[in-house]
Protein backbone atom coordinates (compact mmCIF):
# COMPACT_ATOMS: atom_id res chain seq x y z
CA UNK A 1 0.00 0.00 0.00
CA UNK A 2 3.07 2.27 0.18
CA UNK A 3 2.86 2.27 -3.60
CA UNK A 4 -0.03 4.88 -4.29
CA UNK A 5 0.74 7.05 -1.29
CA UNK A 6 4.40 7.72 -3.04
CA UNK A 7 3.01 7.84 -6.25
CA UNK A 8 0.70 10.48 -5.14
CA UNK A 9 3.34 12.40 -3.56
CA UNK A 10 5.45 12.46 -6.92
CA UNK A 11 2.22 13.64 -8.86
CA UNK A 12 2.19 16.63 -5.95
CA UNK A 13 5.52 17.90 -6.68
CA UNK A 14 4.98 17.77 -10.74
CA UNK A 15 1.91 19.29 -10.36
CA UNK A 16 2.72 22.31 -9.07
CA UNK A 17 5.20 24.41 -11.40
CA UNK A 18 7.83 26.90 -10.00
CA UNK A 19 10.64 29.12 -11.11
CA UNK A 20 14.16 27.46 -9.99
CA UNK A 21 15.82 29.47 -7.96
CA UNK A 22 19.19 27.56 -7.88
CA UNK A 23 22.48 29.69 -8.28
CA UNK A 24 22.95 27.71 -11.64
CA UNK A 25 19.44 28.35 -12.90
CA UNK A 26 19.99 32.30 -12.52
CA UNK A 27 20.67 34.79 -15.16
CA UNK A 28 24.37 35.95 -14.98
CA UNK A 29 25.16 39.85 -13.80
CA UNK A 30 25.34 42.05 -16.65
CA UNK A 31 29.35 42.85 -17.26
CA UNK A 32 30.66 45.86 -17.60
CA UNK A 33 31.77 47.35 -21.20
CA UNK A 34 34.91 47.16 -22.48
CA UNK A 35 36.61 49.86 -23.18
CA UNK A 36 36.08 51.61 -26.89
CA UNK A 37 39.06 50.93 -29.24
CA UNK A 38 42.32 53.60 -29.22
CA UNK A 39 42.38 56.52 -32.17
CA UNK A 40 44.94 55.26 -34.87
CA UNK A 41 47.07 58.12 -34.48
CA UNK A 42 47.61 60.49 -37.45
CA UNK A 43 50.68 59.25 -39.50
CA UNK A 44 53.25 62.44 -40.13
CA UNK A 45 53.56 61.23 -43.75
CA UNK A 46 51.01 62.69 -46.16
CA UNK A 47 48.86 64.18 -43.47
CA UNK A 48 45.80 66.77 -45.88
CA UNK A 49 47.91 65.75 -48.39
CA UNK A 50 45.84 65.26 -52.20
CA UNK A 51 46.51 62.02 -53.81
CA UNK A 52 47.71 62.68 -57.67
CA UNK A 53 45.45 60.69 -59.99
CA UNK A 54 46.69 57.27 -61.15
CA UNK A 55 49.31 57.42 -64.06
CA UNK A 56 47.35 54.78 -66.23
CA UNK A 57 44.01 56.94 -65.67
CA UNK A 58 40.68 55.47 -63.85
CA UNK A 59 38.99 52.52 -64.88
CA UNK A 60 36.66 52.50 -67.67
CA UNK A 61 34.21 49.76 -67.78
CA UNK A 62 33.49 48.20 -70.92
CA UNK A 63 30.30 49.08 -72.97
CA UNK A 64 27.69 47.80 -71.16
CA UNK A 65 24.77 47.70 -74.10
CA UNK A 66 27.37 45.79 -75.88
CA UNK A 67 28.01 43.40 -73.37
CA UNK A 68 23.77 42.63 -73.10
CA UNK A 69 23.42 42.72 -77.08
CA UNK A 70 25.64 39.52 -77.20
CA UNK A 71 23.66 37.80 -74.58
CA UNK A 72 20.91 35.48 -76.28
CA UNK A 73 17.42 37.25 -76.04
CA UNK A 74 14.99 35.99 -73.28
CA UNK A 75 12.21 33.67 -73.22
CA UNK A 76 8.52 35.41 -72.25
CA UNK A 77 7.42 34.18 -69.34
CA UNK A 78 4.68 31.46 -69.15
CA UNK A 79 2.12 32.94 -66.35
Known sequence: ???????????????????????????????????????????AV???RRRDPPKNGYFHPPDLEALFAAAPPRREACA
Open 1 to 43: MERPEIEMEEMEEVEGWETPKRAECRIPAVLPCPPPPARKRAS
Open 46 to 48: GVG
